[in-house]
């Protein structure tokens, strides 16, 4: 069947079963674009390229999908980079589609050239630069497999202007096999045995999970892995909904910004279940002083994290739900309870606290739990990055898997109000929140005139405490208290720039009017922006310093 580039780029997304795809047209994918019209695939505009990368990163996190974006040559495509290395750092399945010039002009500094393959080859699990027609087919159902498979990532296709108007045959496979990319799913069957058995002669093991738990849909078999072992849990931000937080052994967030209980059960364990986490610094703190007396069972399906940071007694290559599937079947529970008694022990004594008096400030901890009583814990969460990031992490208490969508290793502000577009358009039924920063969502705000255009009634909860506040709170704590550039000033008035759109927008002063804003904005059809105005002095506590032991904690007592 002869078919030009475009179409077989549509006639791949429909056999793929894309059922939207976000982007920004331009030049060099007119002719993508007009198959677009032909076919009627539901396309979602964007106001700018990367809140389009960030929307169909939202949408793949929690449809566990892959992501579809696409943008034109040069500056639309180097406007994709910031939303593909996010994707790429949290492991998240993207196809961004890039136009590119024609063939002859490559190389020749032509309008709107960018060598977007180059750019983009450290963060991306793959990319490829279209030469032949007859090799598009291949190109395109290559690039959904190893999205989605693996350790799933982002890939890219630069798709030049002339090949998408060329016609070739059109030979989709129906399945692949790349001598080259072969992931491994089955975990080793001796090294299962030993880990149970490790497991069983532990007094004081701890399972440390994280968003590879989430990825390859690990959360049932985890807490079943637990209850039949009696092993307590701590999961990374990434892996936040692995395990539902009022279960009796989840332990809270370890690292920079953990619980008291969770990075002292690492720190005292003697055996430490690793599973889809990679070790990352935030976590660990200082290296050689963490999980000193434990041995380390690390469980991933990618062997290059197995080894990379913290040495691993017993590394398991496999796919996080099927190998801890095995080891149900082989596990028996050691001599736990005087552990799971320790741990709970300090987690009673020692949880997250702050004080919100009526008459002062409004407390941004306040604001996040009256959000999570009023949705039931039941909304899909998105955050951008900073304070307000850790403070939903800690006190909006996660039931579900993907339910709780934030950059975590690229750190990405300006992510989470796109991310909840995306995750909006997926689950139109759903609740969709985004807490936000006052800083970061005016890295994306403009995307309010996408949410109002398709009418997605994503609620954007905006904790504005004038300032960039995890900044500020390092400048304060480690630099002397030396603000430098970090007040946020002058910033708009939210509630008229979400009107000015035409969305919805509300104000909080004060503890009396938290719950009547909140529950105005939950029962707005249409996107609403709500400004909580909070203390500008709050903290995220407790606090490890940069290079030393999680338990040398700063702070986290009642104040």
Known sequence: MKLTGAQMVLACLELENVDVVF???GGAVLTLYDEIYKRGLRHILTCHEQGAAHAADGYARVTNKPGVVIATSGPGATNLVTGIATAYMDSVPLIAITGQVAKPFIGTDAFQEADITGITLPVTKHNYLVKDICELPWILKEAFYIANTGRKGPVLIDLPKDIQAQEGEFDYPDRLKISTYRPTYEGHPGQIIKACDAIRKAKKPLLYTGGGVI??????????????????VTTTLMGLGGVPCDYELFLGMPGMHGTYAANNAINEAELLIAVGVRFDDRVTGKLDTFAPNARVI???????????????DIPIVGDVKLVLTEMLKRIQPGDTEMWCAKVLGWKKAHPIRYRQESNNCLKPQYVIEALHRLTGGEAIVTTDVGQHQMWAAHYYRMKNPRNFITSGGLGTMGFGFPAAIGAQVAFPEKKVICIAGDGSFQMNSQELATAVKYKLPVKVAIINNQYLGMVRQWQKLFYGGRYSQTSLAGSPDFVRLAEAYGAAGFRARNVGEVETVIDAALNTPGPVVIDFQVDPEEDVLPMVAPNTSIVEMIGGEER
Do not use: Q, T, Y
């Open 215 to 232: 990825s390859s849909g690990a959360h049932e078999k985890l807490l079943e892995f637990s209850r039949k072992a009696r092993i307590p």
């Open 298 to 312: 690390h469980i991933d399906i990618d062997p290059a994290e197995i080894g990379k940071n913290v040495l691993a």
């Open 23 to 25: 982007g920004f047209p």
